[in-house]
Nanobody, 126 residues
Framework: QVELVESGGGSVQAGGSLRLSCAAS????????MSWFREAPGKEREGVAA????????YYADSVKGRFTISQDNAKNTLYLQMNSLKPEDTALYYC???????????????????WGQGTQVTVSS
């Protein structure tokens, strides 16, 4: 069992920045796929970015490439998402997720992830 707790959400104006954090605890494995997803009202949950804990390989949705950066601090068991140049369409509830199957990491599909946090709200105003 893995517990995930997100923090760092908030309200910003378009063009601003936020950094989300996800603290992980519980069972540990040598390698996980750690990821960020988001869900806007009336829309399906979508993958934003992912990183493999062992090799540090990163994957991004096209909509956030060049603006968002996923990173990790393995010593602190913490995942981060640095979000720059935020747009109103980035407004959503952001979730941290963990999956045990690294080969599924690039797909950024919710069904591939077993553990989820409760989410943190990001609101971007124009």
């Amino acid at each position: 069992q893995v517990e995930l707790v997100e923090s760092g959400g908030g309200s910003v104006q378009a063009g601003g920045s936020l950094r989300l954090s996800c603290a992980a605890s519980g069972s540990t494995y040598s390698s996980y796929c750690m990821s960020w997803f988001r869900e806007a009202p009336g829309k399906e949950r979508e993958g934003v970015a992912a990183i493999t804990t062992g090799g540090g390989n990163t994957y991004y949705a096209d909509s956030v490439k060049g603006r968002f950066t996923i990173s990790q601090d393995n010593a602190k068991n913490t995942l981060y998402l640095q979000m720059n140049s935020l747009k109103p369409e980035d407004t959503a509830l952001y979730y941290c997720a963990a999956g045990r199957f690294l080969w599924l990491c690039p797909r950024l599909r919710p069904a591939d992830f077993s553990y989820w946090g409760q989410g943190t709200q990001v609101t971007v105003s124009s």
